[in-house]
Nanobody
Framework: QVQLVESGGGLVQPGGSLRLSCAAS?????????MGWFRQAPGKEREFVTA???????YYADSVKGRFTASRDNAKNMMYLQMNNLKPEDTAVYYC?????????????????WGQGTQVTVSS
């Protein structure tokens, strides 16, 4: 089994920054798995934020490009999301996900494992 645990969410003012972390563990977790971040705001569908392969190949949703940066530390089975210049529309629960493939995907249905989520609220 694979466990994903997010941390680092919180309340921040517009223009501020947060860094989310995702810790992966479990006997069957494989460092070659592609991992992603998704988010879900109240009353909205879960949406893709970013995805990254174990080699560091990453791509982003247009809405966060230039503001968010994803990274991985494969030795520690960690993934991070640095979020800068946050906007109120970034408010959501952010989920870490992993898929049993080494290629990225923006489709949430292609991910096999999910964390419990961490709340990010951007408000003055």
């Amino acid at each position: 089994q694979v466990q994903l645990v997010e941390s680092g969410g919180g309340l921040v003012q517009p223009g501020g920054s947060l860094r989310l972390s995702c810790a992966a563990s479990g006997r069957t977790f494989n460092v070659y798995y592609a991992m992603g971040w998704f988010r879900q705001a109240p009353g909205k569908e879960r949406e893709f934020v970013t995805a990254t392969t174990w080699t560091g190949s990453t791509y982003y949703a247009d809405s966060v490009k230039g503001r968010f940066t994803a990274s991985r530390d494969n030795a520690k089975n960690m993934m991070y999301l640095q979020m800068n210049n946050l906007k109120p529309e970034d408010t959501a629960v952010y989920y870490c996900a992993a898929r049993r493939s080494d290629s990225n995907s923006p489709d949430a249905r292609r991910y096999d494992y999910w964390g419990q989520g961490t709340q990010v609220t951007v408000s003055s």
